[in-house]
T-cell receptor
Framework: GENVEQHPSTLSVQEGDSAVIKCTYSDSASNYFPWYKQELGKRPQLIIDIRSNVGEKKDQRIAVTLNKTAKHFSLHITETQPEDSAVYFCAASYNDYKLSFGAGTTVTVRA | NAGVTQTPKFRILKIGQSMTLQCTQD?????MYWYRQDPGMGLKLIYY???????DKGEVPNGYNVSRSTTEDFPLRLELAAPSQTSVYFC????????????FGPGTRLTVT
């Protein structure tokens, strides 16, 4: 199957600063890379995703980049706000529709 | 639309007991999934289904069983509960496969003692 590694495991940033989370994957056939946000005690929710035929995608303060050659992808959050505090998970698809998730990054935005 | 619903929200089981975690979606999604989430870990796929009558194993299927008799329902069965099955269980669904958003249910927190 697919193996996804995610770094860092925890990230503390000052409000207004940027946050970057990086993931690597092992299966070069993986072609879909979603990012999920999970607030404490809540369900994971998709915040952005990228497909293997695209190098970068942006949605307001959130952006994702993909480097297929190096098999890594990153989440960028700019102008962080307190409501960005959560656990973020990256994932990679394998065997078409099954997702393999990273271990998660706990982001804390300091006021 | 209620989306994906799960029952119960919490459950405590004794070792060796059995139970069924219920999952229902009202979005007419073909694909459904069961994940478990252990503390400090990502989600691990237990079982999945690509349509009524079709199920298959994910990464961590041992100790679990599923069925999919209707499009809407995808129950997860634990036959002989073990402490290693203490976890939060999430059901998810998507309309089709790769590239379609997976919508998650609220989760079931299970403790086996």
């Amino acid at each position: 199957g697919e193996n996804v590694e995610q770094h860092p495991s925890t990230l503390s940033v000052q409000e207004g600063d940027s946050a970057v989370i990086k993931c690597t994957y092992s299966d070069s056939a993986s072609n879909y890379f979603p990012w999920y946000k999970q607030e404490l005690g809540k369900r994971p929710q998709l915040i952005i995703d990228i497909r293997s035929n695209v190098g970068e995608k942006k949605d307001q303060r959130i952006a994702v980049t993909l480097n297929k050659t190096a098999k890594h992808f990153s989440l960028h959050i700019t102008e962080t706000q307190p409501e960005d505090s959560a656990v973020y998970f990256c994932a990679a698809s394998y065997n078409d529709y099954k997702l393999s998730f990273g271990a998660g990054t706990t982001v804390t935005v300091r006021a | 639309n209620a989306g994906v619903t799960q029952t119960p929200k919490f459950r405590i089981l004794k070792i060796g007991q059995s139970m069924t975690l219920q999952c229902t979606q009202d979005m007419n999604h073909n694909y459904m999934y069961w994940y478990r989430q252990d503390p400090g870990m990502g989600l691990k796929l237990i079982y999945y289904s690509v349509g009524a009558g079709i199920t298959d194993k994910g990464e961590v299927p041992n100790g679990y069983n599923v069925s999919r008799s209707t499009t809407e329902d995808f129950p997860l069965r634990l036959e002989l509960a073990a402490p290693s099955q203490t976890s939060v269980y999430f059901c998810a669904s998507s309309y089709s496969g790769t590239g379609d958003e997976q919508y998650f249910g609220p989760g079931t927190r299970l403790t086996v003692t």
